[in-house]
Structures are given as structure tokens and as C-alpha cells.
């Protein structure tokens, strides 16, 4: 019996794009076929949900960027948008987060937020392992990637547990942000920033007391 399945995958590199729907459609099984919608920013992709949803006919899978172009609203800046967009209107369908972003912060917030049934970071990605990936998606979810899985066993074996603002202290001192600016960022006093490194300092065991030093030791264990 044919199984049909609808995807709509989300990506502004048309070559990408074609590069996934080849792989997909050289390695799906027999007994699938596959329909495959392309959007190549925020507005097209919200149109062909919508209409999938008044339709009656929604997507199972759908692939999403995460660097896209906002939409013309403003009312989506990403493919986080989009996902999140998606799980309120396509509930059932499984979401696969494709990003060359391999931060440990923007990986970690996008687990939390989406709870992606895959993602894969695209420096790892391989013909075979987005076959692989779609598969057991659709059947056995999730799926991550090597830089996602060795984010998450890092942080599981660590015995250091952060909080989500000084999960991002961490990030924003990574990007060069100074000590002064973080308040601004993060909505909080800078007296409220400078306890909070100070706690981190203290929870990495940090001696020396430099910001480098913490990046480091945090970056060992998966935190950066």
C-alpha cells in the first residue's frame, strides 16, 4: 500500500533545496511517495501552512531553515518563528531543523522551544544522513545530528546546571559582548549581571577571574 507523505521544505538557497528534495526522492522506500512543496522565505512557507490547514490536507514533515529572510509583517524574523508558527497549526506534523548554526546557546533554546523531531547541523549533514534522518523522522523520532548530539551528552554528564540568563551571559560574552552592555541585553541591573558571572565563576571553579578563562572552561563542557 502507497504512503503518501506531504512535505514542505522552508530554505532561500534554491540549491539546497534541490539538493534535499534529490536525496529524498532517490532514497525514499517503495512503498512511499512523496509530495514536496518549496518555500524560500518566511511568507511563502506561513501561505502554503495556512492553506494546507484550510485545506484539510496538512504536512507531515516539514524542513526548516533556521537563517531566513523575515517576513513582510515583521511578524516572523526566522525559521524559529516559523517552527514555533508551525506547531501551533500543524500539530502532528514532525519538524526538522536544518542550521549552520552550532552554538551550544542556540542549539539548547531551540530544543526547548521547538523540541524538533530532528535537527541537523548542516556542516555535518551527508547525502546518507539526511536519508536517514527522514526515515527515522517520519517512523522513530528524533534524529540528531553529531554536533546536536554531542551538545546534549556534554551538558546531560556535566554536574554544572545554569539557568537560562546565565546560559546566555555565557553566550553573549562568547560574542564579544562587554560586561557593561549585558544589562541591556539581558533586562537586568549590571550589578544583577556582575553576581551572575560571579556564579558562574564560582560553579566553573574559575581561579583567575577572567572572562576568557570561564569561556573556556564553559566551552569544554558544552555550555558555549
Not at 66 to 83: F, Q, T
Not at 169 to 193: E, M
Not at 201 to 208: M, R
Amino acid at each position: 500500500m502507497t504512503e503518501k507523505i506531504r512535505i514542505l521544505m522552508i530554505d532561500d538557497h534554491p540549491m539546497i533545496i534541490e539538493g534535499y528534495q534529490n536525496t529524498l526522492q532517490f532514497t525514499k522506500a517503495e512503498h512511499q511517495e512523496l509530495h514536496i512543496d518549496i518555500a524560500n522565505n518566511c511568507d511563502e512557507a506561513i501561505k502554503y501552512m495556512d492553506t494546507s490547514v484550510s485545506r484539510t490536507i496538512p504536512y507531515d514533515v516539514l524542513f526548516v531553515d533556521i537563517s531566513l529572510p523575515p517576513s513582510s509583517d515583521g511578524s516572523m524574523n526566522s525559521g524559529e518563528d516559523l517552527a514555533e508558527y508551525a506547531r501551533k497549526v500543524l500539530p502532528r506534523a514532525k519538524i526538522v531543523i536544518l542550521t549552520m548554526f552550532n552554538e551550544a546557546f542556540r542549539i539548547h533554546n531551540i530544543i526547548k522551544t521547538i523540541d524538533p523531531e530532528g535537527f541537523l547541523i548542516k556542516s555535518d549533514l551527508t547525502s546518507s544522513e539526511l536519508a536517514s534522518a527522514f526515515q527515522a523522522v517520519l517512523y522513530n523520532p528524533p534524529f540528531y545530528s553529531g554536533t546536536v548530539n554531542s551538545h546534549i551528552r556534554k551538558t546531560i554528564t556535566s554536574d554544572i546546571v545554569i539557568d537560562e540568563k546565565n546560559r546566555k551571559i555565557l553566550h553573549l560574552l562568547s560574542q564579544g559582548i562587554k560586561t557593561k552592555n549585558l544589562a541591556s541585553h539581558l533586562d537586568i541591573s549590571l550589578s544583577a549581571v556582575e553576581k551572575r558571572k560571579k556564579q558562574l565563576k564560582e560553579l566553573f571553579c574559575i581561579e583567575d577571574g577572567q572572562d576568557e578563562t570561564l569561556l573556556s572552561e564553559a566551552r569544554k563542557q558544552g555550555f558555549v
